[in-house]
């Protein structure tokens, strides 16, 4: 048997407690491309019956689920793997050719720092290396190590880059890391040198700018350090001390594959059908609202990048259900003003229009057209005296930038007014 077919065990902090027990067994068929996932007889007999995916995996015992996507790996255990950041960084320690798979990524990324509260291995019991992040007043040594990765360049702090080859796991494209401060874990986003405006500056005003607007964005904060480089954090949602929180991608809930591979995959990733997801799985009615806010939010602010893997959602650990996550990674598109979003806005629509955005109103879980239509008045108003109160927060090139944007599609959004 080889390494990827050797069944994985997956573990799960509970959710009420903080033990780590084994919630399941994986067993991947490198040879068939396929893989299936069972919940264990031993958290069965223990009385557990969180779902780790309530779409995919509901918590039924004995039933053995095939993966549908992925290459035979379940969603949420790729929603527990690297994307392309982290993909490099194991491609890179391992020398892994081109044929590397989803499998793969997840047993070689470590339980030290993975999204949400599952970890796997090949042992019953669950050993997860706790490995500390490194703390806030390190934060200028964890951006130079992460930066010079990305430039392959060698090692400046040894310790701090094996850590970070060891803990490779979180998603996202760009380069990034966790850092420490107190009980909370924030990731680190640099800014790069290839960047032709300063991204993490816009993507903190940003969040900042949907919090002003009543949103319930992820706390950012930003930093300048050494000689002027921009850094972003952003506090983890999936983290409360030690204890991690279950999440799963808005792409597991949708059952779709991101990146795309099919045409279904595209075709199904939809605002209105999260926003039924969310309903399905018991969170509520306010979700699906807020969820409706954040989509009128990236039209306006033209965040083009809103793909099923920056959405997702949360097992509250105090209400002991599943909620929208707050919002992650919303950065507008600096180029151009976007038409259409990556998620569709209405059945069969990605346009960034007034009409696009409120035709499936029912399905966000608005009684009427006029309460839809009241409510996104009422949210672009408020989004405009947000700009307001977040400009300064930007320099000049992007200030110009935003102002722009935001007119543009102020005047697009709103309603004509009636002329009589
Ligand atoms: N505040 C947060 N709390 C917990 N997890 C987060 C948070 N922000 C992001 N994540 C997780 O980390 C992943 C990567 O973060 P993010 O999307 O910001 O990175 P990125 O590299 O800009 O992504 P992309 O490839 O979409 O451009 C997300 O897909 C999500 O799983
Ligand atoms: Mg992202």
Do not use: C
Not at 66 to 75: E, I, K, M, T, V
Not at 93 to 112: C, K, P, Y
Not at 120 to 142: F, I, N, T, Y
């Amino acid at each position: 048997m080889t390494t990827s077919e050797r069944p994985l065990f997956v573990y799960l902090q509970r959710p009420d407690n903080g033990e780590w027990v084994v919630a399941g067994r994986y067993l991947p068929d490198a040879h068939a491309g396929s893989g299936s996932f069972r919940y264990a007889p031993s958290y069965v007999e223990a009385g557990l019956s969180w779902a780790i995916d309530p779409v995919n995996l509901p918590f039924v015992p004995g039933v053995d689920y095939p993966a549908q996507r992925y290459d035979g790996l379940h969603d949420v255990l790729r929603d527990a793997s690297p994307d392309s950041w982290g993909q490099m960084l194991i491609r890179r320690e391992h020398q892994l050719g081109v044929h590397a798979t989803a499998i793969d990524f997840l047993r070689l990324s470590g339980n030290g720092d993975r999204w949400g509260a599952l970890a796997v291995g090949e042992s019953r019991k669950p050993h997860v290396a706790k490995l500390a992040s490194p703390r806030l007043h390190r934060l200028d040594a964890l951006v130079q190590e992460v930066l010079a990765i990305a430039q392959a360049k060698p090692a400046i702090d040894g310790l701090l880059r094996k850590r970070l080859f060891a803990t490779p796991s979180m998603g996202g494209a760009r380069p990034k890391a966790t850092v420490q401060d107190g009980n909370d874990y924030w990731l680190v986003k640099p800014g790069l040198m290839t960047d032709t405006v300063d991204l993490a500056l816009l993507e903190h005003a940003t969040m900042q700018w949907g919090r002003r607007a009543g949103l319930r964005f992820a706390d950012t904060r930003h930093h300048r350090l050494g000689i002027g480089r921009s850094v972003l954090r952003i506090l983890r949602f999936d983290r409360r001390g030690a204890q991690r929180i279950m999440t799963v991608s808005a792409a597991s809930l949708l059952q779709v594959q991101y990146p795309p591979v099919e045409a279904a995959d595209s075709s199904g990733a939809s605002y209105p059908r999260l926003a039924e997801e969310l309903k399905r799985i018991g969170a509520p009615p306010e979700d699906g609202i807020e969820l409706f806010g954040r989509m009128v939010f990236n039209g306006v602010v033209g965040n083009s990048d809103d793909h099923p893997r920056n959405h997702a959602v949360l097992f509250d650990l105090d209400q002991q259900r599943w909620r929208l996550s707050p919002a992650f990674d919303v950065v507008p598109d600096t180029q151009d003003d976007p038409g259409v979003l990556v998620m569709q806005v209405s059945a069969g629509r990605h346009d960034i229009t007034r009409e696009a955005m409120l035709q499936d109103y029912l399905r966000f879980g608005f009684a009427t057209h006029a309460d839809a239509s009241d409510h996104f008045d009422a949210l672009l108003k408020r989004i405009e005296d947000g700009y307001a109160d977040i400009a300064p927060l930007l320099d000049a090139a992007l200030r110009a930038n935003m102002q722009q944007r935001l007119q543009t599609m102020l005047a697009k959004l709103r309603m004509a007014p009636v002329v009589r």
